[in-house]
């Protein structure tokens, strides 16, 4: 068995020593019998890196520049197609590019379907909590009133928005209300670029579209370690969790992923979910689910989402862990809890 190893390096915060990732999850890939990647394309975006490995024709060029459009397309305050919308006024009909819009059509469909676990809608509160890339600098001294939260969830939600595929604008009907595809917008990338190269291993900050096998292992949310490993193929993962981005007030860990209440998700639990790896066909599914089962936790609710969308799901708390469906990852630390 031929082991392919890359050469060690750093990307904002990121170690590399075949692959081993210190983001949302860590990766060693091993070739395999069969494995035919031969084009490697690296860089930045989304604010994260990318690492892609394919043997297909598209060109690096095409791919950087690619991920370098939708990047800005994305961004919920930058010169593109989502920031164009959050500035516009209430009633301004707004064109954006194809790509922009079936994003936003898988993301309204999945908040949906998740009563708003998952919301691209909910960018009033992330800047309410100073999560929003303006303003987070990883440290806060107090957190939002009652008032202020309310009065943010008021514009929240993908009801401010309307839709228009036979123009293909987006059109908001509130004024206040934002649009974010940050926990969609990497795995609808990996997801096209996949489309783009025909296979190998897609790697979109972390969130993956693997057709050769790769040994992956899951980040540990309180340590350095791994909780999880498993050699899979022809699959996609997104993991989320409250370890990357997040501040402290008062002892209190306050996270980027807000949930239905206007909260940060298990704010007020006991026994928060504190890192949701997904497994399924579509990494962007798997990117949107994993932010909505931070919010649901494990409930019936997170079991027939799962179930609806064909995905498996592996949370942990810190008390240990709860499978939903067939997760292909091996649990190497802490206690079943389901």
Not at 88 to 104: D, K, N, P, Y
Not at 216 to 241: C, F, K, L, W
């Amino acid at each position: 068995m031929l082991h392919r190893r890359f050469a060690p390096r750093t990307r904002k915060g990121l170690r590399l020593a075949g692959y081993i990732l210190a983001l949302l999850l860590a990766v060693v890939p091993t070739a395999l019998p069969g494995c035919t990647a031969e084009k490697t394309v690296t860089g930045n975006a989304f604010g994260s890196y990318y690492a892609i490995e394919y043997s297909g024709d598209a060109e690096p060029s095409e791919i950087r520049d690619f991920l370098a459009r939708l990047d800005e397309d994305f961004s919920a305050e930058g010169t593109g197609d989502i920031g164009r919308i959050n500035r516009a006024a209430a009633g301004e009909a707004v064109t954006v590019a194809e790509h922009t819009f079936r994003a936003l059509t898988l993301a309204f469909e999945i908040s949906a379907a998740t009563g708003g676990a998952f919301d691209p809608a909910a960018f009033p509160l992330t800047v309410l909590w100073r999560f929003s890339p303006s303003l987070y600098t990883g440290t806060g001294s107090s957190i939002p009133s009652e008032d202020e939260i309310a009065a943010a969830l008021e514009i929240s939600g993908t009801e401010h928005f309307m839709l228009d595929a036979e123009n293909m604008t987006v059109t908001k009907l509130t004024e206040g209300a934002m649009l974010d595809l940050g926990a969609i917008g990497k795995g609808f990338a990996a997801d096209a670029v996949w489309d783009m190269t025909r296979g190998g291993v897609v790697d979109v900050g972390a969130t993956f579209r693997l057709g050769e096998s790769v040994k992956m292992y899951i980040q540990n949310p309180r340590g350095s370690d791994y909780v999880a490993e498993a050699t899979i193929s022809d699959i996609a993962i997104s993991t989320s969790g409250d370890y990357q981005r997040f501040y402290t007030v008062n002892g209190k860990r306050i996270h980027h992923i807000i949930a239905r209440d206007g909260y940060p998700s298990g704010f007020f639990s006991d026994t928060p979910v504190i890192s949701v790896t997904v497994a399924g066909a579509s990494a962007a599914v798997c990117d949107a689910l994993s932010t909505a089962f931070m919010v649901t936790a494990y409930t019936p609710e997170a079991v027939s989402i799962a179930a609806e969308y064909g995905v498996s799901a592996l949370m942990f708390t810190e008390a240990g862990y709860y499978e939903i469906g067939d997760p292909p990852f091996e649990v190497v630390f802490g206690e079943k809890l389901n």
